[in-house]
């Protein structure tokens, strides 16, 4: 008779701890919040470098193109559009940090009757006065 008396017993034993206390559950979310709070700001400083490399790359490649339609033509630009209608360019490349290709700043040179577009730089805050791409804070 007593172990029909256990049987029941063990059934409900094995009932309650079929589940997760509250307590593991909340140790298994502390431990997902610590690996959150670790691996985030890797993650938004990738982006923030990666927009960095992509202005970086724009810059020098609105510059070669800048230099080649001067070695080509005698002057500069008298526009970016230029650029792109003279086929130096396919399109004015964007602004990775604003998010246009419209915010560009056009340097001109020292003589008006040199064209319009010396240098480049970007409109983004933070941009350094030579051209270098943003860098965030």
Known sequence: M?????????????????????IELLVVLAIIALLLTVAAPRFLGGISKAKDDVLRENLYTMRQSLDRFYSDKGKYPATLDDLVTQHYLRQIPMDPVVGNNTSWVVVPPANASMGGVFDIKSAAPGAGLDGTAYQSL
């Open 2 to 22: 007593q172990g029909r008396a256990t049987e029941p017993m063990c059934q409900s034993t094995r009932l309650r701890r079929s589940g997760f206390t509250m």
